[in-house]
């Protein structure tokens, strides 16, 4: 039996619900609500399939002025305002634009010599533009990574989990030129385009909410130029400008988790030109989004389900909103030895309440914590990745062998 528009849209409420819905018992309540009201189907498929994306139409119904009650409560305001949140479907897309996705950009870009032009597909109102605006706390097993403009604390600090990052300084990019792409830019200077900005961020998420707040402060102060655009028809001519304005710079084009948005052909299309000309790509992206990226993570030893990718390379696994950065492994050592190792560098020796730390953050005795540390300190790719490190390691353990022999 063939399934009807109306079974199509219950279906994708539902899928929603158990998935994205998850961060928000509010909007999983109303797409469950939604999915078995008849009456509201009815209207949710006579707008184009684009606009039935669950996000699309909760994000809408909020801006329309449906209270943040439970479904049961809210219906009749969803029925009431219905044709206000349809024109705003119509017109409005999910322009997700979380400064927390500048986490996974900063690490991606600190191999990449500056100074930098960066130009950032589906931006938005830019606030993914800026990203040496703001600072970052990145929190390692037993240390924080952190990282300040020239100037001293941000207004936004980014917070974030990651592992495998190791001894080397976070460095903070220098950004000589940024151009943003987008099909419909959110003008920062409009109040309705800030209204909509704020509407996509859930109910729940209070901070998230003041941390977008703030960025749309700084975005506004940076004065933040985004281009309207198709992301591939412009994105030349958006490479061209930063030639132009900055000969010397290196383009790196910019693409957090839009490819997705795209239909196949246009993804290629753009890939092909990332890939072949001279600049370099980033981008963050569903391992299954782009053709052989699956294949190309898995070898890479990324488990996540979305990818930061630099030249097309799998170099982490990430949280899509920035939230976690798990490095590929590298150099023969895995993200976890690598964190074991400065840990250890960290709080070399017997030091003072080290058992409690290594419980804490290695919940592990000990005993066999030390069991692990030794034996990564006696492979060849720990000798190769801290000499100095795994030459104590090696005296203390030929000390043991001295006093053991002499007994």
């Known amino acids: 039996m063939p399934v009807s528009e109306r079974d199509r849209a219950a279906e994708w409420l539902r899928r929603f619900a158990d998935n994205e819905g998850s961060e928000s018992p509010r909007y999983r309540n109303w797409a469950l609500g939604l999915a078995d009201d008849d009456e509201l189907l009815a209207k949710i498929v006579k707008l184009p399939v684009a606009k039935r994306q669950p996000a699309l139409l909760l994000a809408c119904a909020r801006l329309a002025g449906v209270p943040l009650r439970p479904f049961t409560e809210s219906r009749e305001d969803f029925v009431a305002l219905w044709t206000k949140i349809a024109r705003l479907a119509r017109s409005r897309s999910v322009q997700t634009n979380d400064p927390r996705r500048c986490s996974p950009l900063v690490i991606a870009l600190q191999k990449i010599r500056g100074p930098i032009s960066l130009i950032e597909i589906g931006a938005s109102a830019g606030l993914t533009l800026i990203p040496d605006v703001y600072s970052y706390r990145m929190t390692a097993r037993g240390r924080t990574i952190s990282l300040d403009p020239p100037n001293g604390e941000s207004t936004v600090v980014l917070q974030s989990n990651i592992e495998g990052w190791g001894a080397a300084e976070l460095r903070m990019p220098n950004i000589v030129h940024r151009e943003g792409i987008d099909v419909s830019p959110l003008d920062l200077s409009n109040a309705g385009d800030r209204a909509w900005l704020e509407a996509l961020v859930w109910p729940e998420q209070a901070d998230r909410l003041e941390l977008v707040r703030a960025a749309v ?37 910019w693409s957090p988790a839009v490819l997705v948005y795209l239909d196949p052909a246009q993804r290629a299309a753009f890939r092909k030109y990332c890939t072949s000309a001279k600049i370099r790509w980033i981008s963050l992206d569903g391992r299954r989004v782009l053709p052989g990226l699956d294949d190309a993570s898995t070898r890479a030893g990324i488990s996540d389900p979305f990818v930061l990718t630099r030249d097309g390379k799998p170099i982490a696994g990430v949280d899509p909103l920035g939230r ?34 290594v419980r804490k953050h290695w919940r592990m005795s000990l005993v066999r914590y030390y069991q692990r540390v030794y034996g990564i300190m006696e492979g060849a790719a720990a000798r190769r990745y801290d000499p100095v490190l795994t030459s104590s390691f090696a005296q203390v353990r030929q000390q043991r062998v001295a006093r053991r022999s002499g007994e």
Not at 324 to 352: K, M, Q, Y
């Open 217 to 253: 402060l700084l975005a506004r102060e940076a004065l933040v130029s985004v281009t309207a655009g198709d992301a591939v028809a412009e994105v030349r001519a958006a490479v061209a400008r930063a030639r132009k304005a900055a000969p010397r710079s290196t383009i790196v084009v």
């Open 324 to 357: 976690s950065i798990v490095l590929a492994p590298e150099g023969g050592l895995t993200a976890e030895e690598i964190d074991l190792i400065e840990f250890e560098r960290i709080h070399w020796g017997a030091t003072r309440g080290k058992e409690s730390l």
